[in-house]
Nanobody, 132 residues
Framework: HVQLVESGGGSVQAGGSLTLSCVAS????????MGWFRQAPGKEREGVAIIYTSGSTYYSDSVKGRFAISLDNAKKTVTLQMHSLKPEDTAMYYC???????????????????????????WGQGTQVTVS
């Protein structure tokens, strides 16, 4: 039984910082990708950042330079450090894990919304981030 548990969401003023964490349990693969996604009310879910066990990382254009993703492979824990937060970062943030990772087109296309998101293996329940 695979379970992803997110933590670290909350409310912060614009310009502030938050750190999200996600722990995956029961996931049998040693090589995989984990990532963060977000969905604001009335909008499609979009990718924020992806990291592979190889260390490769990918970010959406909207968060490059402000967010940093990291992975503790031994603990299957992915962390998203978010700095210089903006009101438009307000959303429910979800963690996901996939044994192959997103398709190449999604990675080079900026992790935008698309059917590829629904095909990822497992998802967490989400944690709310509100920036005012």
């Amino acid at each position: 039984h695979v379970q992803l548990v997110e933590s670290g969401g909350g409310s912060v003023q614009a310009g502030g910082s938050l750190t999200l964490s996600c722990v995956a349990s029961g996931f049998a693969y040693d090589s995989y990708a984990m990532g963060w996604f977000r969905q604001a009310p009335g909008k499609e879910r979009e990718g924020v950042a992806i990291i592979y066990t190889s260390g490769s990382t990918y970010y959406s254009d909207s968060v490059k330079g402000r967010f940093a993703i990291s992975l503790d492979n031994a603990k299957k824990t992915v962390t998203l450090q978010m700095h210089s937060l903006k009101p438009e970062d307000t959303a429910m943030y979800y963690c996901a894990v996939d044994h192959e990772g997103p398709p190449i087109a999604a990675l080079i296309g900026g992790l935008g919304p698309g059917p590829w998101i629904s095909h990822l293996d497992y998802w967490g329940q989400g944690t709310q981030v509100t920036v005012s």
